[in-house]
């Protein structure tokens, strides 16, 4: 059991980072000066899940969700 909790908080600890470095790529969600005058209905606004940062959110939720279950697998106190 102490090698599978071992694995799992190596895997934690990983997650971690990676969701720290995901969430510091995304942009802002400030669209400025720029939405009042139309111009985020271009090619990007409108296809923005295909796009890098439409990844990036993909990626985001999927290690958010990796991280609360290993947050709550670790502290569920069968490791004793």
Do not use: C
Not at 66 to 74: G, M, N, W, Y
Request: proline letters at 0%; a positive charge.
């Amino acid at each position: 059991m102490d090698i599978l909790r071992t694995i799992l908080t190596v895997i934690f600890i990983l997650i971690s980072l990676f969701l720290a470095v995901v969430i510091l790529m995304q942009e802002g969600k400030s669209a400025g000066l720029g939405a009042i005058s139309g111009a985020a209905d271009t090619y990007w606004g409108k296809n923005k899940g295909r796009s890098m940062e439409g990844i990036l959110v993909k990626l985001t939720r999927a290690a958010v969700i990796l991280f609360l279950v290993l947050a709550v697998v670790l502290n569920l106190g069968i490791w004793s």
